[in-house]
């Protein structure tokens, strides 16, 4: 009898270092460091560039964590969606949990950083957004209710509040406007895209609101919230961190989002199969532009600022 | 069949151990500098150890 043996194991599909970063969802990372980016600067109060500087990479690895922690509980709708299939844990690099530990090691280590770095506010509402985000969206709602984008929204909306807390200590009207603003912007942007997304949705049991609903339900819904998220958008523009440039930016970009959801609203489901939902497609592009630039225009305000410039 | 030292397995190990060690290093010198920018910010670094001493008593009123 011999000790020696052969291992069959197969490798071919071992975790490479950017397996794990795929995990951190880097896209939904981007849009989280750019917005916490944002409300720290345009805070009345500055903090020291490094600490500004690690605190914001710990809002986005807390975001990351997140992001991991939402694909491991979500494995098995991920393998069905087209969209997500080749997702780590679905392609079978990364199993559920590695991701699992993962997610929770660096949410525990985001948050104790935040605390350390900045302050114990700013830590606090990360913690809850994290908790916010994985518990009460991924685990509870989102397969139950058809207002889950609404509800996960919420989750999206914090970082500008997250950094707008690191620069002051606190919570204000501003901080809560733009919160407000991406909370109230998140089902239209979702909705459209839904929309012309709607099969893959379907064959997971999400009940995104075309499915369940409707689609013509879903086209009333993206108006409503389009038209409520307005005076919110251009409302931040009266604050201490809005001035001329935002507010022109800000009526600008809301009339051309409500004729997107305009558009949307009159057209029937024949008219959107026979240009293949063109006009959704817009609108999920305007969208991301509209919500791009709105923060680019407070940060500008906060620009001028500095210089003499800008603000009421 | 000869036995070989390197495997493509091993190559993709070495990426990935490299990839973390360079995060912890980074995560270092993230610490050390947030230390450095903490003190020249004037963040209070004297914590209170139950002994009383000149710099954490409070000043008696002048006369």
Known sequence: MSDASLNTQDFSNDASFGDFFALLKPRVMSLVVFTAFVGLLVAPTSVHPFVGFASILFIAIGGGASGALNMWWEADVDAVMKRTQNRPIPAGKVTAGEAKAFGITLAVMAVVMLGLAANLVAAGILAFTIFFYVVVYTMGLKRVTPQNIVIGGAAGAFPPMIGWAVATGGISIESVLMFSIIFMWTPPHFWALALFMNDDYTKAGIPMLPVVRGRRSTRVHILVYTLLLAPVAVGAAFTSIGGPVYLVAAVVLNLWFITGAVKIWRRNEDAAIADKYSAERKFFRVSLLYLFLHFGALLAEAVLRNFGLGGW | ?63
């Open chain 2, 1 to 63: 069949m000869a036995i070989v030292k390197e495997h493509e397995l091993h190559k993709r190990r070495f990426s990935r151990n490299m990839g973390v060690g360079l995060t912890l290093l980074a995560f270092v010198a993230l610490v050390y500098g947030l230390t450095v920018a903490k003190m020249q910010t004037g963040d209070m670094m004297e914590a209170n150890d139950h002994s009383p001493r000149v710099s954490v008593t409070p000043a008696e009123p002048s006369e």
